[in-house]
């Protein structure tokens, strides 16, 4: 199974997390020295159930890293739009592929272990 992980938020001028970021994705901001992100693709390089990863609203030039193959997308601008071409992506390499997951760069607690439950679930 792939798994998409949104990573475009970019905040504005008046969002509190702009001094943060700068204008750079909220993805990239620092959790106990590690990009968020990078928390979650660790997650999924630990997860036997997942197969590829692709990130949409980074590019391939961000520095995160992953176990998996990694396949960078821009931003669509919409949700929506980003996991449908997240989607597209998936069925690109496997036009069988049946089940995507999708996975936010926000979630800096999350372990392999938790992404394989939930695929089995």
Known sequence: MDAIVTAGG??????????????????????AGKAMIQWVLDAL??????????????????SVTCAKPLHFLPSEGHMLANIV??????????PQAEHVLIVSSDIPALTGEMVDWLVDE
Request: cysteine-free.
């Open 45 to 62: 390089s630990a997860a036997q159930k997942v197969d590829n990863v692709i990130i949409i609203g980074l590019g391939d030039k961000s």
């Open 85 to 94: 071409a997240g989607v597209n992506k998936s069925l690109e390499l496997d």
């Open 10 to 31: 970019i905040p504005l001028p008046e969002d509190p997390l702009y001094p943060y970021t700068e204008g750079h994705s909220k993805a990239m901001l620092e959790i």
